[in-house]
């Protein structure tokens, strides 16, 4: 069974640009999330998305934004882009909410450089 | 509000030796609490969780966990280190509030010395 996928693996960007983030999760999967991992700030919850709704969203200012798709893969978008926003961007995934606390199933990461 | 706190940002040990890495976590109810590790480049893995069934839980890699609600406590283990464990590892716990957000410490990044 493949895991969750995000794409691009890699991105640079510079300053005030947008960056669009992709995330497929585990099939039968209806929950995404993102979190941020900077240099120095550990793992920050960023967004979470189920059945296409944003549910709940971390202490991230408004430029951070994501939809989640009929599909249940998702998109992170970050306008106006600043320095302090080169991480690596993790994306899980995971049962649906109602069922529980569900594990959370991590990708790879998209490591952005805004340079 | 839930939060876990990982003693020591480095672990150093050699290979063979046990491995022992600290988590504590501050909660009003019953937490979800987990070990993930993450390698070099790489997102996070699920090493084991905690859901209040067994207080001894083991994961993969020879990895357990014990938890000790008298100590508010959640330490990973592992009997004999190998150097393919050298990694940072991260306790995490889950807010009981419906919110499905997970709550990450600090991570302990373990060297295995030969």
């Known amino acids: 069974e493949a895991g969750v996928t995000q794409s691009p693996t890699h991105l640079i960007k510079t300053r005030g640009q947008q960056a669009t983030l992709r995330c497929s999760p585990i099939?039968?999967?209806?929950?995404v999330y993102w979190y941020q991992q900077a240099l120095g700030l550990g793992l920050q919850f960023l967004l979470w998305?189920?059945?296409?709704?944003?549910?709940n969203r971390g202490n991230f200012p408004p430029r951070f934004s994501g939809r989640q798709f009929p599909n249940y893969s998702s998109e992170l978008n970050v306008n106006a882009l600043e320095l302090e926003d080169s991480a690596l961007y993790l994306c899980a995934s995971s049962l649906a909410r109602l069922a529980g606390r569900e594990t959370q199933y991590f990708g790879p990461g998209t490591r952005l450089l805004v340079l | 509000a839930q939060s876990v706190t990982q003693l020591g940002s480095h672990v150093s040990v050699s290979e063979g030796a046990l491995v022992l890495l600290r988590c504590n976590y501050s909660s009003s109810v019953p937490p979800y609490l987990f070990w993930y590790v993450q390698y070099p480049n790489q997102g996070l893995q699920l090493l084991l969780k905690y859901t209040s069934a067994a207080t001894l839980v083991k994961g993969i890699n020879g990895f357990e966990a014990e938890f000790k609600k008298s100590e508010t406590s959640f330490h990973l283990t592992k009997p004999s280190a190998h150097m393919s464990d050298a990694a940072e590892y991260f306790c995490a716990v889950i807010l009981n509030t419906g919110f499905q957000k997970l709550v990450f410490g600090t991570g302990t990044r373990l060297l295995v010395s030969p």
């Open positions: 998305y189920d059945e296409g709704e944003e549910r």
């Open positions: 099939s039968g999967h209806t929950s």
